[in-house]
């Protein structure tokens, strides 16, 4: 449980469905922020924790679909010590009213919500999506904001772009940004580059006034705006003040399923583990599972293994989530087993993405490659 503390003069945003497309094996029966990542934890869980850890109290999450998962997985907000009579956690449904429809983008989720916003005491918000695993810090952007002057502070990796994003043909999986920066302040907003190279490439993690936001937004839905960045930033460039805030930490960027599978493998290295999570603590929902058991004949190598495993047989180079459970005999290598997959014995896997609850009959052979790991659904028996 995380003690007290002062709150930052800062409320936070989540948009937990932007690039639910990307994925959409995993986002069939979740959204991009509930995916499980790293043996224990959801995607979500990244950014909600670093905002809690800058002391940023008053977090709103912008539902779309699919979200029954999203609101089991953070409940009353308890393990991020959001459970609190000011403030807080608060979880926004999906529009009710008959001429609505789901939002398509932050302008038309913020308009939604304008009257929270004016009702907020906060003076500054920060708003992000969750399809960033990364430890980020929300107070020293701030500080960056108030001493630059600016209007707006957009965050950034400088990195190339990943080979999903540059194959892009449509919009439909998504926009994603690029910046080009003189100095501090970005000068041009590109959507959808396919620009090789070191990119200054957006987070999608924004620093803004709450009052301006408000301005902006109200006026940008009533001209039919729906894209922040695309309709909002992108257009005022040159009259708005927007600076870039670089990010050197570690980041997992989840763009297809292929990088998901690679940035779970990555933090089988120490060096990539530590730089994700050494810095502040990243808190999840507490399951109060067994230790991991290893029965005798077992053989574990180089592997992240959550709690509530039993283990009979061998594993290497793989990420177990809660309650996996390996069978006599079996061979497990380069896999993802969510959370109560049950392995029989005698199987042998092979760059294979499980989700939650899978079997897998005694003797089976699956194998992936590398370049295009199998998937088995939720629920799913082979």
């Known amino acids: 449980m995380l003690t007290s503390k002062t709150n930052t003069n800062a ?22 922020a509930s ?22 109290t008053n977090i709103s999450i912008i539902v779309r679909n699919n979200y029954s998962s999203l609101m089991d997985h953070l409940g009353s907000g308890r393990e991020w010590d959001l459970t609190r009579k000011n ?11 008959k001429d609505d429809k789901a939002y398509s983008g932050r302008v ?20 992000s999506d969750a399809n960033i695993a990364v430890n980020f810090d929300f107070k020293d952007m701030l500080e960056k904001h108030i001493e630059s002057g600016a209007d707006v502070t957009a965050a950034y990796i400088a990195e190339p772009l990943p080979d999903s994003a540059i194959r892009h043909t449509s919009n439909d999986r998504g926009m994603y940004y690029t910046f080009a920066i003189e100095g501090q302040r970005i000068t041009k907003i590109y959507i959808n580059s396919k620009e090789t190279g070191v990119q200054n490439f957006g987070m999608n993690i924004y620093c803004i006034e709450r009052k301006l936001l408000i ?34 930490g570690y980041a997992a960027r989840i763009s297809d399923m292929k990088t998901y599978f ?4 990555k933090l089988l290295d120490d060096v990539n583990l530590n730089s994700l999570f050494s810095g502040n603590q990243i808190y999840t929902k507490i399951r109060d599972d067994n230790p991991t058991r290893y029965i005798t004949g077992a053989s574990v190598k180089n592997t992240m293994a959550a709690d509530g495993c039993i283990i009979e047989g061998e594993v290497e180079n793989s990420i177990l989530f809660r309650g996996v459970k390996v ?24 760059y294979l993405i499980t989700d939650k609850n899978v079997v897998i009959n005694d003797g089976k052979n699956i194998q992936g490659s590398d370049t295009f790991p199998v998937y088995i659904p939720k629920y799913h028996k082979v």
């Open 262 to 265: 690679d940035e779970n493998m």
């Open 108 to 127: 038309d989720a913020l308009a939604h919500i304008l009257d929270f916003l004016r009702a907020q005491r906060e003076k500054y918000v920060f708003m």
């Open 87 to 97: 403030g807080g956690l608060h979880l926004f449904p999906p529009y009710a009213a």
């Open 327 to 350: 069978g006599k005999g079996s061979k497990i290598k380069n896999c993802i087993l969510m959370q109560d997959t049950v392995i029989g014995e005698n199987v042998t896997l092979e």
């Open 35 to 56: 995916i499980p990542f790293a043996s224990r934890y959801r995607m979500i869980d990244f950014i909600l924790s670093s905002m809690v850890n800058c002391d940023v």
């Open 11 to 32: 409320l936070g945003i989540i948009f937990p469905n932007t690039y639910d497309a990307l994925v959409p094996e995993l986002s069939n029966v979740r959204l991009m």
């Open 215 to 248: 301005d902006l937004i109200n006026t940008a839905f009533v001209r039919g705006g729906v894209y922040f960045e695309r309709d909002v930033l992108a257009p005022k460039v040159d009259l708005l003040k927007i600076y870039a805030y670089e990010y050197k």
